[in-house]
C-alpha cells in the first residue's frame, strides 16, 4: 500500500502561483511514476502533469508553460508549481503514483483561483 499526502491548496486571484506538494509513504518502489490530476464537478479527473523516476515529464496543453512538475526522491515527494493561474484551474487536485498497474490517490486539495 502507498499512502500520499498533499498539502498546498488555497485561494489564490488570477494571475498568482501556488505550489502543491505530495509526499508518498509505504511500499514504495524506485521506478514509478508520480503525478497530479484534477477534477471539476461534473467532469471526470483529468492528468495535469506527471513524472517519472527518471524525471521524463509530460503536462496537458492547457497548462504548458505555466506549470512545473518536479520530484525529490530521497523525499518520496512530487510538486507542482502552478504560476500565471487561471479561473479555469479552480478544481481538487489529486495526487497519484502509479507502479506496476497500480493507481494510489490522495485525498486531493482545492484549488481556487478568482478573477
Known amino acids: 500500500q502507498v499512502q500520499l499526502v498533499e498539502s498546498g491548496g488555497g485561494l489564490v486571484q488570477f494571475g498568482g502561483s501556488l505550489r502543491l506538494s505530495c509526499a508518498a509513504s509505504?511500499?514504495?518502489?524506485?521506478?514509478?511514476?508520480m503525478g497530479w490530476y484534477r477534477q471539476t464537478p461534473g467532469k471526470e479527473r483529468e492528468l495535469v502533469a506527471e513524472?517519472?523516476?527518471?524525471?521524463?515529464?509530460s503536462y496537458a496543453d492547457s497548462v504548458k508553460g505555466r506549470f512545473t512538475i518536479s520530484r525529490d526522491n530521497a523525499k518520496n515527494t512530487v510538486y507542482l508549481q502552478m504560476n500565471s493561474l487561471k479561473p479555469e484551474d479552480t478544481a481538487v487536485y489529486y495526487c497519484?503514483?502509479?507502479?506496476?498497474?497500480?493507481?494510489?490517490w490522495g485525498a486531493g486539495t482545492l484549488v481556487t483561483v478568482s478573477s
Open positions: 497519484n503514483y502509479y507502479y506496476g498497474g497500480m493507481h494510489y
Open positions: 509505504g511500499n514504495i518502489f524506485s521506478k514509478n511514476v
Open positions: 513524472i517519472a523516476s527518471d524525471a521524463m515529464t
